[in-house]
């Protein structure tokens, strides 16, 4: 697997930089992008999708994968909010895609149920920086009376949900909060304690909010105040940014991140990037097969 990503990658790098003309790339419909901040977020879906072709865009690097009459494209954003929000806006303007799927990495709050390995699909994108910053805490766009975003005559301020969508309702059924294994298995709570399956290969899928930040946790006593005052399971740092561009564009969207680190553990040698790639790959699967996309 990881010689055939090796190889796409090299191929790409060969292919300039495309700003114009990426309606030529594509001529089917798009049914799905699936985005993450960096290559190493997407190298495992990479076998999983075969994709025929890839291309440079925005200095990020995407494949291309025909499924019958549609295309799926995978790719990354590059770090933090405004560069998910300018990929998405670009990629939706020349594409027009279903649905996108923000995927990656997490840091989990400790004092919520979330740990290392786990799976967080989101029903909200919380907005942690927007507003006003106080000595103690900031307060949101809603206290200055200016939304973030406008969607059919409603007003968002800091927290734009995702499970009002069909896509979500649709998706969750595939992926109910449980006990999961990284092939894709899950089984009920009560099957998973005392069986014969390796702890080891277990994880917990969640459905709960995500926050959003520009500066990532970088002790447990500011991980444990943003905690306090969001209520959110987890941080990172592309996720809001993603969303108001699939508001603003009308393009369903899901997040999906494993936990690869506790917020505010800066010391990486806690930190478990492969299991949270794994997990959450685990996941992004399930989905591709109930919508015959693997």
């Known amino acids: 697997m990881a010689l055939i990503a090796c190889n796409l990658e090299?191929?790409?790098?060969?292919?300039p930089d495309q700003k114009h003309p990426l309606k030529h790339t594509c001529m089917k419909p798009v049914r799905l992008i699936i985005l993450a901040a960096v290559a190493e977020e997407i190298q495992g879906l990479i076998p999983v999708l075969r994709p025929e072709k890839s291309f440079h865009f925005l200095g990020e690097t995407f494949f291309l994968?025909?499924?019958?009459?549609?295309?799926?494209?995978?790719?990354?954003?590059?770090?933090?909010?405004?560069?998910?929000?300018t990929v998405v806006s670009a990629l939706a303007q020349e594409f027009g895609p279903e649905q996108v799927w923000n995927i990656?990495?997490?840091?989990?709050?400790?004092?919520?149920?979330?740990?290392i390995g786990d799976v967080l699909i989101s029903t909200e994108t919380l907005l942690g920086d927007e507003g006003i910053l106080c000595t103690r805490r900031t307060a949101s766009t809603r206290s200055m009376g200016i939304p973030i975003v406008k969607r059919n005559h409603e007003s968002f301020f800091d927290a734009l949900p995702l499970?009002?969508?069909?896509v979500y309702q649709e998706l969750e059924k595939v992926?109910?909060?449980?006990?999961?294994?990284?092939?894709?298995?899950?089984?009920?709570?009560?099957?998973?304690?005392?069986?014969?399956?390796d702890p080891a290969d277990q994880f917990r899928v969640i459905h709960g909010s995500s926050l959003t930040v520009s500066l990532v946790s970088g002790d447990r006593e500011t991980a444990a105040q943003r905690f306090r005052q969001h209520g959110a399971l987890s941080e990172n740092m592309e996720?809001?940014?993603?969303?108001?561009?699939?508001?603003?564009?009308?393009?369903?969207?899901?997040?999906?991140?494993?936990?690869?680190?506790?917020?505010?553990?800066?010391?990486?040698?806690?930190?478990?990037?492969?299991?949270?790639?794994?997990?959450?790959?685990?996941?992004?699967?399930?989905?591709?097969?109930?919508?015959?996309?693997?």
């Not at 090299?10 to 292919?15: G, K, N, T, V």
């Not at 009920?188 to 069986?195: C, D, F, K, L, V």
């Open 175 to 197: 992926t109910p909060p449980g006990i999961y294994t990284a092939r894709g298995k899950v089984f009920t709570p009560e099957e998973a304690p005392g069986s014969q399956k």
């Open 10 to 15: 090299l191929e790409a790098d060969r292919i």
């Open 239 to 294: 996720g809001s940014g993603i969303a108001q561009a699939c508001y603003r564009h009308d393009v369903p969207m899901m997040e999906c991140r494993g936990m690869s680190n506790l917020a505010g553990e800066r010391d990486k040698r806690f930190w478990n990037f492969p299991m949270a790639f794994a997990h959450c790959h685990a996941i992004v699967f399930l989905w591709l097969k109930h919508l015959n996309l693997n």
């Open 65 to 85: 994968a025909q499924r019958g009459e549609k295309a799926v494209i995978l790719g990354t954003t590059g770090l933090g909010k405004v560069n998910g929000a």
């Open 104 to 115: 990656g990495c997490a840091g989990a709050y400790r004092e919520g149920p979330l740990r």
């Open 163 to 166: 499970l009002r969508q069909e």
